[in-house]
């Protein structure tokens, strides 16, 4: 299989916390993951790429001081929304491509979705 | 940028029938990959194709890669009311950042 799971599932939280997103590839290690922001009844739209041991690179229009991705190890990345607002509520979804293969397939996690109040 | 033109947006069927979607690009993709996404949930792979030509299937579910490298379809026979979500297509040209450019979706619902 290639199995990626996200943690938490859901989470509600005030303006002006952070909260922070595990995403994990469990059964393969990924060199990059990828973290995809989805609006109801929309595509996905790619917020940054994470490579393992070094800087997130970010999507055009996307704060990087304000989502915080860290690629600690081969099969973990976290996405950390910080000072979240409401307008950051949506369904954040992780992507892991296999390290070691030349493919460009993304296996997904099953979403987080974040309500801010 | 690279955009994915998938169609249709949505459809609505009968149970048995087949289905077909398919997308189209501007410009050349290397990999062609098929996604199903269940309300809530993040998208599934469905088929990946890697090869200009290629003819693949995953049970009830083909897929074909164009040999122009700007189409793929995507079929489903014989549907069954659990066939129901949003398929996605995404494309990648690749490169060393292996990004995916994704269409944007269709709606499919199945009528038992």
């Known amino acids: 299989g290639a199995v990626v799971s996200q943690h938490p599932s859901w989470v509600i939280c005030k303006s002006g916390t952070s909260v922070k997103i595990e995403c994990r590839s469990l059964d393969f290690q990924a060199t990059t993951m990828f973290w995809y922001r989805q609006f109801p009844k929309q595509s996905l739209m790619l917020m940054a790429t994470s490579n393992e041991g070094s800087k997130a690179t970010y999507e055009q229009g996307v704060e990087k001081d304000k989502f915080l991705i860290n690629h600690a190890s081969l099969t973990l990345s976290t996405l950390t929304v910080t000072s979240a607002h409401p307008e950051d509520s949506s369904f954040y979804i992780c992507?892991?491509?296999?390290?070691?293969?030349?493919?460009?397939?993304?296996?997904f996690g099953p979403g987080t979705r974040l309500t801010v109040l | 940028g690279q955009q994915l033109n998938q169609s249709p947006q949505s459809m609505f069927i009968q149970e048995g029938e087949d289905v077909s979607m398919n997308c189209t690009s501007s410009?050349?993709?290397?990999?062609w990959l098929w996604y199903k996404q269940d309300p809530g949930e993040g998208p599934v792979l469905l088929i990946a194709l890697y090869k200009a030509g290629e003819l693949t299937s995953n049970g009830r579910l083909t897929a074909h890669f164009c040999i122009t490298r700007k189409d793929s379809f995507l079929n489903i026979s014989a549907s069954i009311p659990s066939d129901v979500g949003i398929y996605f297509c995404a494309g990648s040209s690749g490169g060393s950042n292996y990004k995916l450019t994704f269409g944007k979706g269709t709606l499919l619902t199945v009528n038992p």
């Open positions: 410009s050349i993709f290397n990999t």
């Open positions: 992507s892991a491509r296999r390290a070691g293969l030349s493919t460009d397939t993304q296996y």
